[in-house]
C-alpha cells in the first residue's frame, strides 16, 4: 500500500452479495432486534486484538492481490474502529461478531 493511502475493510463480491439479499431477507428485522454495536474502548485491549484477528482471517476477506502482514491488517480495523469509520457488531443469537463499514446498511438499521 502507497503511503497516504488507506484500506478499507475488505469484502470479497460474493460477501457483498451475500449481504445485499440478506438486507432483503425476512430474518433481516430479526438480526436487527439482535444485534448490538460494541464500542470497540469498552473491550481489553486482549478481546479487541482477537475480535480484530478473528475478522481480519476469515475466509474470503479480500485485501487485493498484494499479501499484507497480519499485524498490518490488525492496525488497519483498529484506525477504522478509532475513527469510527467501523463498529464492532455483536449478534446475540449466533453469539458472533463481526466489523462493519459506518456506511453498511445492516449498521444504519441497528442505530435505528
Known amino acids: 500500500m502507497a503511503p497516504g493511502q488507506h484500506s478499507s475493510i475488505g469484502l470479497s ?9 440478506f438486507l432483503f431477507s425476512p430474518i433481516f428485522s430479526y438480526y436487527k ?3 448490538v454495536k460494541i464500542p470497540h474502548d469498552q473491550l481489553s485491549q486482549e478481546a479487541l486484538k482477537s475480535v ?19 499485524e498490518t491488517k490488525i492496525a488497519q480495523v483498529l484506525i477504522q474502529l ?3 469509520d467501523a463498529f464492532i457488531v455483536f449478534d446475540h ?15 444504519k438499521s441497528i442505530d435505528s
Open 82 to 84: 478509532k475513527s469510527k
Open 33 to 35: 432486534m439482535n444485534a
Open 52 to 70: 480484530i484477528e478473528e475478522f481480519v482471517t476469515r475466509n474470503g476477506t479480500d485485501y487485493g492481490e498484494a499479501e499484507i502482514p497480519l
Open 13 to 21: 463480491q460474493m460477501e457483498k452479495s451475500n449481504a445485499i439479499a
Open 93 to 107: 443469537h449466533s453469539e458472533t461478531s463481526t466489523i462493519l463499514n459506518k456506511d453498511d446498511q445492516i449498521l
